[in-house]
Structure formats: C-alpha cells, structure tokens
C-alpha cells in the first residue's frame, strides 16, 4: 500500500511528514501539489523525514505527500549514452523543452526515448537458460557502442519460453519470456535498479591493465589501473578540472560517465559543446557517443547533488555488466560531502569533525568500492571495469581536512594538486614529491609487454633525478646555486627539464593535449639519455656552460608540442642529433686540451 | 489572526531573538514566503520564512528586529515569495538594498515581477562564453582575459584600491568590434557611503549612469537586508540581459559582508557550524549567488560578474574567498607588496587566473600568439620572483646570468606592463607589444611556451 501524507515542517531542502507509517527508507515519494521528487531518510512513528530533490520554495504545511512504493532508481537501457541528465536521472534537455532556459520545478520526464526504435538481434533462443545478467540480445547504441540488453541482475534462473525475432523494437518491446515453476517473466530492453545498491557480480579481479590516459605526469609516474580507484584534492584553480576533463576525453575506456556534482554550469556546457567535437583517437568518433553526463551543478536543489553520485556509479555498472571498461569521474566528492553535511544538520544529527557527519567516511568507503574489475553475472562470460576518479576541493587548500584524509583511505592513486605550481603556472600541478600511486607494479607488466620493457626502469631513474633536485633545493635555497658543484647543478638542470618538457602538459595545445604511451616512453629516455651523456662530458672536462648552450635543449623542451604522436620516429633522429652534440662538444675539448 | 485578500495577519509572537522573529498559532505559511511585519509604532518591515511547521514561522526580519515587541506586533503572510518589479525604466535609477526607490523618484511601472531567488539556470541551454571583454587594462587583457558571461571575482584586502579597479573596468569595458555598451548593475553590500559614491560619481562622469542601476546598502543600513540585496541586483541584471538582450556588468561588492549576514542568520538559529562559525551551506548560498551569470542559448544577452570581496587579514584560505574561488571561473587577487610599491593595479598576477580566457583569446578572436604570450609572462614572472627571493639571501654575486635577466624583466614587467594609470585605457595591440618588449629582453631559448613561428614574428631580444 502507498502511503499518503500531509506535510508538517519545511525548512529548505528538509521537509517533514505525518501519517507515512507504511512508507520505507529511502523510498521516493511526491511532495506537495506540485509533486516534487523527495527521499524518506528518516522514520520516527508514523513521521517520514523527506529530503526534498527540487526547490521546496512555496511549499507549506498541509500540502498532500504520497509514497511511491519504490526506492530511488535509475533506468538502465539503449540511450543513456550522449544524455544529460540531473542528480535523479531526468534529461535536462527534455527539462529544457519543458520550463525554458532556467529549471522548473515537478517537472515530470523519461530518462530515455521510449519511442526511439533500435535494431535488435537476439543472443538467446527459446529453450535456453538464462539466469540474472545474461545478455538477452544486442542492439547498436551509438556506432561506438553495442549495448547489451542484460536480464535484471535479481532475475531468477529461467527457462526461455519465448524470444522476440531480430528486427527493430521501442525498447519498452518485450524481448524474452522465462519460466521457472510456473512463474513467467517478461524482460524488456530496460530495467531498473536502485541507485544505492550496488549492481551485483560473480567474481572480482585485481587490476592489471593500466588506464591510459595520455597524461605523462599519470601514464608514466602515477598510473591507474582499469578497475581501480584514485583522487585527485587540490585547491581552487590547481587545475582539478581540467585534470578531469583530460581524462574524460582521453582514457582508453569504453564509456565514460562524467558526474558534474556541485560544480559550476559553464563547466558542463564546455564539456557538452566540447565533446560532439573532439574526436576519439582510437575510433575516429566523436567523444559524445562513449559519454553519458550527469549534472547537479552548485545551484541546483542540494539533495539531488547528494543523489547525483550514485546515479552515475550506477550507470557505469550497468555499462561495465556488458564487458565494458567504464571510467567513472566525480567533480567534485566535497560538494557531495557538503550535501551529505546540510541533511544532517537539518536532521539535527550529532556532528564529527567540521560539521560533517560521522558516517562521512562510511559512505565515502562505499562509494570507492563500486569501482572494480570483475567477471559480470549471467552468460556469455565477459568482464568489464569501473574505474572511479573522485576530485576533491578541500577547504582552503588543506588536506588534512575530513574529506581529504578519509578519502585518501579507501583510493590507491592518489594525485596531489599543488598550490604553489599552479601559482608558476607549471600544469597539471601534480606534485610529483606527494603522490603516489599504488599500481606501478602492476601495470608494468603491461608496459613492458605492450610498449618497451625498459619502462619500469627508466620511470625510476627520470624520478631519481626528481628526487634527488627536491633536496637539492634546499641547498640552493640557502647558499645559492653557485654553491653546488657541477655535477649537482647539473641534477637541477635536467630536473628542470623534466619539470617542463615531460611533466607539463599543455590540455589546450593540439598536440600536447594527448600524449601516446610510445611517445611517452622516447621522451623519458631522452631526458634520461641527455643526463648519462652530460655527466660523461662533464667528466671528461666540458663544461657545463657549455652543455647548457646546446641547441638541442630547446628540441628537446618543446618535442611535446612540436612532435606529432604520429611522428615520434622524429624523436629517435633526435636522439641521434643529440649524440652527435655531445661528441662534438668532447672533440672540442680535446682541442683545445691538444691547443 | 485575520484574513484579507492581501494575506494572513498573525500577532502572537513567540520569541524574538537577533534577526529572526518567532511566529505561534500559524495555520497558513509556506517555506520562502514574504512576510510585512508591522511594528508597535506602527512602521512596516518586510521579512521572509525560513521554516515553517507545527504551528511555528520562522521569520527573517530584513531591516533587523530593533522596536519589535512580543506584543503589538503584528505579521501579514503576504502568499507569495519575495518578488521584484522590473522594466526598463530601471536603467538609471538608484534603489536601496531592498529594490526600494532610494533616489527621490517613484517606483517604476512594472513590466513584469519576478521572485528575487532566481532559477537555476540549465546547463544544457547554456551558451558557453567565448566573447572577449576588452578592459583597457594590460594585466586583465592580456594575462586574465575576462570574457562575456564570466564570473571573475576581484579579491582584495581592506584598503587596496579594488574599488577604483572595479570602476575602471565598468568604464572602459567594450567588445571589440561592437559598438555595444555594457549595462551596469551595481550592487553595494554593506559598503562605506565614500565607496559607493565614488562609484556613483564614476559612472556618472563616463556617461555610463543612465544605463546602469545602482542597489545600496551601505555600512549603517541594517545587515540582513544584505541578504537580499545581490539577489535584487541578479535578477535585474537577468531582466536586462535576457529580456531586453543587453550585456550587463554586474559588479557586488562587499561579498564579505553578505557573508557575515549570513553567518549572524546561521548563528540565531542554532544551527551547526561549518569552518570558522559560518554555515556548512555557505558554498551553496554563494553557487545561488555567483551562477547567476553567463549566457544563454537563443539570446542575445550575458550576464558577467565582477563581486569583489575583501580577505579577512589578506588571507585568502578564509572561507570567504575559499569557496568563492571554488565557484567563480577564476580570481583577480590584489597584492599587499606591489600597493606598497605603489603599483595600480596591485594584481599579483601569480594568485590569479582567469579559467575561461583561453576560450576567449587565439585566432580568430584576438591574435595567434596572446594564450602563449601569457603563459610565458606568467612563467617569467614567477621565475623572476624566485629569483629575487634568492637573491635576497646570496646577493646578486651569486646569480648566473640567464637570472640576472630574469630579474630585470621582473622589474620591466613590473613598470612597464603591470602599471597603468586608473584612466589608461589601453588597446590589445598595445597590450600585446608591452608584453613582447618585456619577455625581448629575456633570451630566445628561455620562452619555451611559445611556438617557433610565433618567436620569429614578434620577438625582439638577442638571439
């Protein structure tokens, strides 16, 4: 039975109700004649505390609330994909069509096209046996994409009795029967699941295969692998965002779900112009058809931001129960963290640290432990990866802040943005002395299989070198660089280029905006090729003057962006030209030795 | 309690405390709705409700709670939210915090009411900002380009020139190649009545007045009416740039002291604290405030925002300019050392950033080399100041040379590029070549931001 109630309390996005004993947690109900969407959160006797996804503006008590029946869910099926949608999966553009240019409120909508006709072609036939997640059949979602239309996860084993013939179908068609006992069943070419119940799997992998990114500063010093977990905290203009939006365009994964939660408009409309635009350098389509937007900007109502990340992890697990690599990025976890922080003090809940509520770090654990690489339910077999990159904003920089340090518990990448690089302008402003990644050896194997086996050592001696300037630093600090010798002076200069040619990325420069893992690995090795042979000359009396002046620096320095990816070939002639250099500059001083 | 066609009056009030009035015996009352209070000697303030539930109101007294009594008063639920009357004829007209005429002259005839809070805008219809703003001001121009429909706040410091700058920019703003004028509205948040003159005075110098609307509320005006004020300025400034399709200019200053409105609300009504005693939901309040701005697809208009706040003791960690930071597409930070230099502007070019300046600048929109040209003064600049911090402690002895380079064009584009004067109003081209002529004296190899081709059309320096 659905409950219905009336309203006794309002105060902004909390509303109270009576007379809602039937009603369950978390279950979605209608608020007021407007029918605005809200969440029970809490029960007290027959009082249903609602948190309220729209503007509860002009809401007052006496106002009628009816329970749904159902807990928040999302619909799962062919044309999620190129959506934009709010925290509670309504298409801000059907929004749009519906209210104008600014949001209205019980604005009522369908998350996809249910008259939208697709092709399907069946992957059973009557007589199999399906059970929860088997794949019933395909149909071309976008040219990127084959959908799988999958059996619910929660479906029992059944026996096909009746399969729907390969033509073009609404995907509210139905497409397969079962039976089991006498109880028949009809699947659809959708179904719906709760957005706070993770999507069950069979087995779970360790990640091994690296998310390429095309980022040098994460490809070669901090690598995330496909199913794994990291963070990214850093101050406001450190570049989180743009960070973000590099991987959003550029990973090697199948799909990616990007959830704008609390952050500024302008930031979703760039990547909704953007997208339709930007080509996918492994297929040659356009970013959109592999994306799906969910969009709770800081000026929507609070509670659907809170909503908003689970909307979206839900999604990409639908995607990866296909077999997909699904690269989940969230902007930014703080704003959902303040939401988590507004409910609960209009809840009057006991406060933790900051205001925060004390089971923070509970469903900060829950949200990280969505991602993961597994073995997807039912049959055929197939295996498909979350991968969930969080931002974090924490306040006034500081990261022992409670967002920060409880996040950096349940990651295992962890990205730290720097205030003072991004103040020199040297971007992304990673930190390469406090990140750290827990991957690295895991997805060497994959490097020295698929790129070069000398990855693994070379990323340790360019860091080596990083290291060693770190503390050099210090030094120079207080005495000055004239009072290092050469050979450390040499240290800071091949830090320097490192710092500039290998760990800044330009994201608005055509080519330096995606770096091949190929391209990647020649430029580390000349950096590193460019000290060996530097400090050879250097003991055999060149000095270093005359090192700084050679020509090839500037090559070097500005490979990234003067060097296609197609023409790294151009990098091993420069290796070449710098070796040449270097014997010069030795035959010059034998000169003037013999002189 | 009795009922008229104008709404509800109430008078069993139930507690007063700072700024709020508690209301008992309520039947009718929606959460945000308008409340006229009238008090014992019979003056009119107007209010809002904040909660609403078992018999209670919770109202907000927008010109404070001074002269209430729990006896006498009385509270009209006036059925509606907080609304605004808005037509053109508000173009050169100067209202108090509230959008109540403030310059001897009647209301204005309405064309439409609209509800102060605003709607938030969809982002699908956004159109993004790609428009240039020529300000005449070299820094911003060149290195924090601002673009139409942005969002740049101005962080300063208590007695740094903002004000002026802030002026300077409503004067001299233009898109170039367009003769339109911007639209000015001016929101004054608990400012000093010297400030708001100036600014007054400004505008009205320049010509700009009459197509500008001024919102004051000064330091001794009370301060919950803050509260209201930026959301009054907004929706103008909506008004005029999506109805009528005009550029407008929305200028709020002192956001600090909406803060602080806001923190005293938070406070009365007990709720938990965030950092620093103000709300967890300041960043939100702040979102509903800065979002205001941009474009929108199908129309001519923009909203740019220009709020300027002062950091509390310069610090700019403080929640205030912290979040603001985390909601605008960049800052321009006012820096104590270059106002003591007595450099104007005093922009420390390092704190600040412009987010959408490289949508703004290129080909096609400004000149090929301007994104470039900026990255690489930003990457001197910050090396020169490096390079002073160092030699501070070793003595120039003990610089190389390329550093010693560095340290002049520190000094160059200290003089040369960053000072102006407060009416200069300088050309892009001008802009552009001041750059060059500083980034000149460095030597070729060092400008490794900037592309082959670009090098050999405008730099100037030795080889």
Redesign the interface.
């Known amino acids: 039975m659905e409950a219905k109630g009336k309203?006794?309390?309002?105060?902004?996005p909390a509303v109270?109700a009576d007379g809602m004993s039937s009603v369950k947690m978390y279950e979605t109900v209608e608020v007021g004649s407007t029918k605005l969407i809200g969440e029970v959160i809490r029960l007290a006797g027959d009082i249903a505390f609602i948190q309220v996804y729209e503007?509860?503006?002009?809401?007052?008590?006496?106002e009628p609330v009816r329970g749904t029946g159902q807990p928040l869910s999302v619909l799962l099926g062919p044309g999620v994909i190129g959506k934009?949608y709010d925290g509670i999966q309504r298409p801000?553009?059907e929004?749009?069509q519906k209210?104008?240019?600014?949001?209205?409120r019980g604005v009522a909508t369908t998350p996809v096209d249910m008259k939208k006709k697709y092709k399907f072609s069946p992957a059973v036939k009557v007589g199999d046996e399906i059970v929860g997640g088997s794949v019933l059949g395909f149909v071309e979602e976008t040219p990127l994409l084959t959908h799988s239309i999958l059996a619910p996860p929660d479906h029992p084993r059944g026996k096909i009795i009746d399969a729907a013939k390969e033509n073009t179908y609404e995907i509210g068609q139905v497409v397969a029967t079962t039976e089991n006992n006498g109880n028949r069943l009809e699947l659809k070419m959708f179904h719906k699941w709760p957005v706070r119940k993770p999507r069950p799997y069979a087995e779970r992998f360790d990640p091994s295969v690296p998310l390429i990114t095309g980022q040098r500063i994460i490809d070669t010093y901090f690598p995330i692998a496909k199913g794994g977990t990291g963070a990214i905290p850093g101050?406001?203009?450190t570049g989180k965002t743009v960070t973000l939006h590099q991987i959003a365009k550029w990973a090697d994964s199948k799909v990616v779900v990007y959830i704008?939660c609390?952050e500024?408009?302008?930031e979703?409309?760039?990547v909704?112009?953007e997208f339709p635009h930007l080509i996918d350098p492994r297929s040659g389509r356009p970013l959109m058809e592999r994306t799906v937007l969910v969009?709770n900007?800081?000026?929507?109502p609070?509670a659907a931001r809170e909503a908003s990340i689970y909307t979206g992890v839900t999604i990409a697990e639908y995607y990866r129960d296909m077999g997909f690599d699904v690269v989940l990025v969230a902007d930014s976890t703080s704003?959902w963290a303040?939401a988590l922080?507004?409910m609960s003090?209009r809840l009057e809940e006991m406060?933790a640290e900051?205001?925060y509520p004390s089971y923070l770090a509970s469903r900060l654990a829950e949200f990280y432990e969505r991602a993961g690489r597994v073995r997807a339910l039912g049959s055929p077999e197939r295996s498909g990866s979350v991968t969930i990159v969080g931002a974090v904003?924490p306040?006034?920089?500081?990261f022992t802040e409670p967002v920060t340090t409880h996040t950096i518990r349940f990651i295992k990448t962890f990205w730290a943005l720097d205030t003072r690089l991004?103040?020199?302008?040297h971007y992304p402003s990673i930190n390469w002395m406090q990140s750290y990644s827990g991957y690295l050896e895991d997805v060497s194997k994959w490097w020295k299989q698929n790129v070069n086996a000398e990855w693994y050592g070379l990323r340790a001696e360019s860091y080596n070198i990083l290291q060693r300037e770190d503390t050099l630093k210090e030094i120079?600090?207080?005495?000055?660089?004239?009072?290092l010798p050469d050979e450390e002076k040499l240290v800071l200069e091949v830090a320097r280029m490192i710092k500039?040619g290998i760990l800044q990325q330009?994201s608005?420069d055509k080519v330096d905006t995606y770096c091949s893992p190929q391209k990647q690995l020649k430029q580390v090795r000349l950096m590193v090729q460019f000290y060996k042979n530097s400090q050879k000359a250097l003991r055999d009396g060149v000095s270093l003057v005359d090192i700084r002046a050679m020509p090839i620096?500037?090559s070097l320095?500005?490979a990234k962006?003067?060097v296609t990816d197609e023409e790294v070939s151009k990098l091993d002639t420069m290796e070449q030209e710098m070796n040449d250099q270097f014997s010069k500059l030795g035959q010059r001083e034998e000169v003037k030795v013999l002189v | 309690m009795s009922e008229t066609a104008a709404g509800i009056e109430y008078t069993k009030v139930a507690e007063i405390k700072g700024p709020l009035m508690i209301i008992d015996g309520i039947t009718?009352?929606?959460?945000?709705?308008l409340v006229e209070i009238e008090t014992p000697n019979k003056e009119r303030r107007l209010g809002r409700v904040?909660?609403?539930?078992?018999g209670k109101a919770v109202v907000q007294v927008f010109e404070g709670t001074t002269g209430l009594a729990i006896t006498g008063t009385k509270a009209k639920f006036l059925g509606k939210?907080m609304q605004l009357p808005v037509s053109q004829e508000l173009l050169g007209r100067v209202f108090d915090g509230l959008g109540r005429p403030n310059d001897g002259l009647p209301v204005p005839v309405a064309d439409k009411f609209l509800?102060v809070?605003?709607?938030?805008?969809?982002?699908?219809?956004?159109?993004?900002?790609t428009s240039f703003i020529q300000t005449g001001v070299s820094v911003i121009d060149g290195m924090l380009t601002l673009v139409r429909?942005q969002k740049l706040p101005i962080f300063s410091g208590s007695g740094m020139p903002h004000n002026i700058l802030a002026a300077q920019i409503a004067r001299q703003a233009a898109v170039v190649g367009t003769k339109e004028d911007f639209a000015v509205v001016f929101a004054a948040i608990g400012v000093q009545y010297s400030d708001a003159q100036y600014f007054k005075r400004s505008l009205e110098e320049s010509g700009a007045l009459r197509r500008s609307v001024l919102f004051l509320n000064l330091a001794d005006d009370p301060a919950i009416e803050r509260i209201i004020t930026p959301r009054v300025a907004l929706t103008v400034a909506e008004y005029l740039a999506?109805e009528l399709g005009m550029h407008v200019l929305a200028i709020l200053t002192d956001m600090t002291n909406y803060a602080e409105a806001l923190r005293e609300i938070s406070a009365a009504r007990e709720?938990?604290?965030?950092?620093k005693g103000y709300p967890?939901?300041l960043?939100?309040d702040l979102?509903?405030n800065y979002?205001?701005a941009?474009r929108?697809?199908?129309?001519n208009g923009s909203v740019t925002q220009v709020p300027i706040l002062s950091m509390p003791a310069d610090d700019i960690?403080?929640?205030i300019p912290?979040?603001t930071?985390?909601?605008t597409?960049?800052?321009i930070v006012l820096g104590r050392d270059l106002f003591r230099k007595g450099i104007y502007p005093p922009v420390n070019v390092?704190?600040s950033?412009s987010?959408?300046m490289?949508?703004g600048v290129g080909e096609g929109k400004t000149r090929e080399d301007h994104?470039e040209v900026g990255?690489q003064l930003?990457?001197a600049y910050?090396?020169a100041q490096?390079v002073r911090a160092?030699a501070e402690?070793?003595g120039k002895a003990?610089?190389?040379g390329v550093?010693l380079k560095y340290l002049d064009a520190g000094d160059m584009f200290e003089d040369h590029f960053l000072r102006q004067g407060n009416d200069e109003n300088r050309t892009l081209e001008e802009t552009l070549g001041r750059a060059w002529e500083v980034l000149s004296t460095l030597p070729e190899?060092e400008l490794?931001?900037i592309?082959?081709k670009n090098l050999r059309q405008h730099y100037k320096g030795s080889k």
């Open positions: 309203i006794v309390w309002v105060s902004g109270k503007s509860t503006s002009g809401l007052r008590p006496g934009i801000l553009d929004i749009a209210s104008g240019s600014f949001i209205g101050g406001f203009g704008g609390g500024r408009g302008n979703m409309t760039e909704l112009v969009a900007t800081s000026n929507m609070v704003r303040e922080r507004e003090g406060p900051e205001g904003s306040s006034g920089a500081d991004a103040y020199s302008r120079v600090r207080l005495l000055g660089p004239e009072a500039i330009n608005f620096i500037t320095l500005k962006f003067e | 009718r009352a929606s959460f945000d709705e904040l909660e609403v539930g078992f939210t509800d809070s605003g709607e938030p805008m969809n982002p699908e219809r956004r159109e993004y900002p429909g999506f709720e938990v604290p965030g950092r967890g939901y960043y939100t979102a509903n979002e205001r941009g929108v697809k199908g129309k960690t403080h929640p912290d979040l930071g985390y909601i597409e960049g800052q390092l704190m950033l987010r959408l490289k949508d994104m990255n930003y990457d910050s090396r490096e160092l402690i070793v003990g610089l190389t550093d190899g490794t931001k592309k082959d």
